[in-house]
Nanobody, 123 residues
């Protein structure tokens, strides 16, 4: 089970940090990704990290502003979001899968999903 936390309401230019934890399990061998969704639209890829090797891949829209890190001691993935803009407003979902060979940006390839956390950026 994936549990996200850290969402909230911020102003444009602010920073926010989201957390994804694996309840009762470990991320070892998994790719852990973040997607976001706004009403009426498909889930949009944000970023992904390979837990074992630390490799990352970011969507163009967040590159240079968002950073993924992992904490082995807490078995947690952090999404550090900087210079937030109103267009970053969405529900952010954590996803994980152990069978994907590459740093996939395709939502349908991820088996496990969290419940989502709302991020709202006001202008």
């Amino acid at each position: 089970q994936l549990v996200e936390s850290g969402g909230g309401l911020v102003q444009a230019g602010d920073s926010l940090r989201l957390s994804c934890a694996a309840s009762g399990d470990t991320f070892e061998g998994f790719n852990v990704a973040w997607f976001r969704q706004t009403p009426g639209k498909d889930r949009q890829f944000v970023a992904v990290i390979n837990w074992r090797f630390g490799g990352t891949h970011y969507a163009y829209s967040v590159r240079g502003r968002f950073i993924l890190t992992r904490d082995s001691a807490e078995n947690r993935v952090w999404l550090h979001m900087n210079a937030l803009q109103p267009e970053d407003t969405a529900i952010y979902y954590c996803a994980a899968d152990s069978s994907i060979a590459t740093l996939s940006d395709e939502a349908h390839e991820y088996e496990y999903w969290g419940q989502g956390t709302q991020v709202t950026v006001s202008s």
